[in-house]
């Protein structure tokens, strides 16, 4: 299993930024991904979650309304949409593979950093 994530970067507050994480070495279409973030100084987060068809979402409080977990089966990635960011949505986000809520899911790409500022 193999999951990188890119997109990541500045932005500042009330900005947008889209996410992806290319998957291989696995069948995509057969697995349900997970978004999770880790805020300086804190423990891993999840984020959001999404089913195998990309059909059923599920989204942590602090990020509903804003954030659009999706995937795409035909290319192999994973997406993360983030609008109205915030400060406190600064963090190292990564991708895993696995529809859940929990925080542990595994395995995990290596993360890619999220810093709103201005």
């Known amino acids: 299993v193999q999951l990188v994530e890119s997109g990541g970067g500045l932005v500042q507050p009330g900005g947008s930024l889209k996410l992806s994480c290319a998957a291989s070495?696995?069948?995509?279409?057969?697995?349900?991904m997970t978004w999770l973030r880790q805020k300086p100084g804190k423990d891993v987060e999840w984020v959001a979650t999404?089913?195998?068809?990309?059909?059923?979402?599920r989204y942590a409080d602090a990020v509903k309304g804003r954030f659009t977990i999706s995937k795409d089966n035909s290319k192999n990635v994973l997406f993360l949409e983030m609008s109205g960011l915030k400060p406190d949505d600064t963090a190292v986000y990564y991708c895993?593979?696995?529809?859940?809520?929990?925080?542990?899911?595994?395995?995990r790409g290596q993360g890619t950093q999220v810093t709103v500022s201005a």
């Open positions: 895993a593979q696995g529809f859940s809520t929990s925080a542990t899911v595994r395995p």
């Open positions: 070495g696995f069948t995509f279409q057969y697995y349900g």
């Open positions: 999404i089913n195998n068809a990309g059909k059923s979402t």
